[in-house]
């Protein structure tokens, strides 16, 4: 089971993908004490600034590594989030950082010009300024088809992560491994009932994510997107970032 953090908060907040530092460190606790074997990878998508502030000092803490995969036009240029020395940052303490695209476009909607940009141009970036290898690629929405997969290979990765918890397979001689998106709402027990799912492929937590695929393809990319947005609160992102923003220039006034 893979594991994946979109932002992490210090007090809770609608934006459905948000998770407080408390309950972030319930679930490290709860992973810490698994076999290794047994224990969930922990990922984070975007390269929000969250994940530096309060993510890393929570791994560090528990003893756990984890993967960021980040947007790379977004690196250095929004307020909220991480910057190349914070980057630099995690690799120097033993996580991972791999591309999660230039600009986050979905790469089903992309021209071949703009999918060439969010492949090729974030892995040249991250591996120039960071100076370390960049070979997994984290999809946008989770968004893949059978010319992105072959896209990716082409771009030189080999490690491809999609938003189907369940999903482990090699395509065109990549590596598609799926995650679990946490949630604001996902608690320790969750995670429980997670892992029990996986070894058992009849397991009813499987059946909704093969549902929402079928939902995919009769409606559309597009629409699934728009439709995606609404549920899920999409809209609470901006709130979180000011929230951030106004934290960081708090601290910064403070004598």
């Given at each position: 089971?893979?594991?994946?953090?979109?932002?992490?908060?210090?007090?809770?907040?609608?934006?459905?993908?948000?998770?407080?530092?408390?309950?972030?460190?319930?679930?490290?606790?709860?992973?810490?004490?698994?076999?290794?074997?047994?224990?969930?990878?922990?990922?984070?998508?975007?390269?929000?600034?969250?994940?530096?502030?309060?993510?890393?000092?929570?791994?560090?803490?528990?003893?756990?590594?984890?993967?960021?995969?980040?947007?790379?036009?977004?690196?250095?240029?929004?307020?909220?989030?991480?910057?190349?020395?914070?980057?630099?940052?995690?690799?120097?303490?033993?996580?991972?950082?791999?591309?999660?695209?230039?600009?986050?476009?979905?790469?089903?909607?992309?021209?071949?010009?703009?999918?060439?940009?969010?492949?090729?141009?974030?892995?040249?970036?991250?591996?120039?300024?960071?100076?370390?290898?960049?070979?997994?690629m984290s999809l946008p929405g989770g968004r893949s088809n059978a010319?992105?997969?072959?896209?990716?290979?082409?771009?030189?990765?080999?490690?491809?992560?999609?938003?189907?918890?369940?999903?482990?397979?090699?395509?065109?001689?990549?590596?598609?491994?799926?995650?679990?998106?946490?949630?604001?709402?996902?608690?320790?027990?969750?995670?429980?009932?997670?892992?029990?799912?996986?070894?058992?492929?009849?397991?009813?937590?499987?059946?909704?994510?093969?549902?929402?695929?079928?939902?995919?393809?009769?409606?559309?990319?597009?629409?699934?997107?728009?439709?995606?947005?609404?549920?899920g609160s999409w809209n609470e992102r901006d709130h979180i970032a000011?929230?951030?923003?106004?934290?960081?220039?708090?601290?910064?006034?403070?004598?």
């Amino acid at each position: 089971m893979i594991l994946t953090y979109h932002e992490i908060v210090p007090k809770a907040v609608p934006y459905v993908y948000s998770v407080t530092r408390d309950a972030f460190a319930e679930q490290l606790a709860f992973v810490g004490g698994l076999s290794e074997s047994a224990a969930p990878r922990i990922t984070f998508d975007d390269g929000h600034a969250s994940h530096h502030r309060y993510g890393l000092p929570l791994l560090s803490r528990f003893g756990c590594k984890g993967i960021f995969f980040v947007t790379a036009g977004w690196t250095g240029v929004r307020s909220d989030y991480m910057d190349w020395s914070q980057l630099a940052e995690l690799a120097a303490e033993g996580h991972e950082v791999q591309a999660h695209g230039w600009s986050h476009k979905l790469l089903t909607a992309c021209s071949e010009a703009e999918l060439a940009e969010e492949l090729w141009s974030s892995r040249a970036l991250l591996q120039e300024r960071l100076g370390i290898p960049v070979d997994a690629m984290s999809l946008p929405g989770g968004r893949s088809n059978a010319a992105v997969l072959k896209a990716c290979a082409h771009a030189g990765y080999s490690r491809i992560y999609t938003s189907d918890p369940w999903m482990k397979t090699n395509r065109d001689g990549v590596e598609c491994l799926g995650r679990f998106m946490v949630r604001r709402t996902t608690s320790t027990a969750d995670l429980g009932r997670l892992l029990e799912a996986e070894n058992r492929p009849w397991h009813p937590l499987r059946l909704w994510h093969p549902a929402k695929r079928t939902v995919r393809a009769l409606i559309g990319d597009r629409f699934y997107q728009h439709l995606w947005r609404k549920l899920g609160s999409w809209n609470e992102r901006d709130h979180i970032a000011q929230e951030y923003v106004n934290e960081a220039a708090g601290r910064a006034g403070k004598p």
